[in-house]
T-cell receptor
Framework: DTGVSQNPRHKITKRGQNVTFRCDPISEHNRLYWYRQTLGQGPEFLTYFQNEAQLEKSRLLSDRFSAERPKGSFSTLEIQRTEQGDSAMYLC???????????????FGPGTRLTVL | GIQVEQSPPDLILQEGANSTLRCNFSDSVNNLQWFHQNPWGQLINLFYIPSGTKQNGRLSATTVATERYSLLYISSSQTTDSGVYFCAVVRSNDYKLSFGAGTTVTVRA
């Protein structure tokens, strides 16, 4: 078990460019979550996958954001036409759901720190 | 959505001191986790504790779900305990974590 991994760890881009982040969850974890954390705040929920199905998107996730989890394994988060307000730490977490409940522990990756110039 | 309040916002300790961090939440939960965020931003799991008491070395935690609060105890603090401590909960019938604003702990040698 190597934990949740995320790539890249840091990304600097110019306003208007597109960026894509990748998350590899703990193997056999069927739930995957994306969160965003800005300076001085706690992480905020963005979106959630159960296997390959995206089941919920936060209102924070504008139509410039898209996330996928093909085949229920790794996930990608793409931001199109980046804005300076997108600068944040993007965190991925995974968990193994038990049948019938949300009684699972979420494990976080190291995050991708995005800076939009 | 569920509200999560952590106190105090900042805590400065002398090495060797004990401290208590508090987390209040506004609704029924079926998951509560405590995290330590290191200077590089990694969230490190400390406890999964929707109810009851757990201990792990110098850290312990207690959650009283019926009264909607949780406490994290740090005993004999060390400089490596410095960082931001987050409480996060999952509301009943939900799956996403809602985080508090964190408590920033500074332990001085």
């Amino acid at each position: 078990d190597t934990g949740v991994s995320q790539n890249p760890r840091h990304k600097i881009t110019k306003r208007g460019q597109n960026v894509t982040f990748r998350c590899d969850p703990i193997s056999e974890h069927n739930r995957l979550y994306w969160y965003r954390q800005t300076l001085g705040q706690g992480p905020e929920f963005l979106t959630y996958f159960q296997n390959e199905a995206q089941l919920e998107k936060s209102r924070l996730l504008s139509d410039r954001f898209s996330a996928e989890r093909p085949k229920g394994s790794f996930s990608t988060l793409e931001i199109q036409r980046t804005e300076q307000g997108d600068s944040a730490m993007y965190l991925c977490a995974s968990s193994l759901s038990t049948s019938g409940g949300a009684l699972d522990t979420q494990y976080f990756g190291p995050g991708t720190r995005l800076t939009v110039l | 959505g569920i509200q999560v309040e952590q106190s105090p916002p900042d805590l400065i300790l002398q090495e060797g001191a004990n401290s208590t961090l508090r987390c209040n939440f506004s609704d029924s939960v079926n998951n509560l986790q405590w995290f330590h965020q290191n200077p590089w931003g990694q969230l490190i799991n400390l406890f999964y504790i929707p109810s009851g008491t757990k201990q792990n070395g110098r850290l312990s935690a207690t959650t009283v779900a019926t009264e909607r609060y949780s406490l994290l105890y740090i005993s004999s603090s060390q400089t490596t305990d410095s960082g931001v401590y987050f409480c996060a909960v999952v509301r009943s019938n939900d799956y996403k974590l809602s985080f508090g604003a964190g408590t920033t702990v500074t332990v001085r040698a």
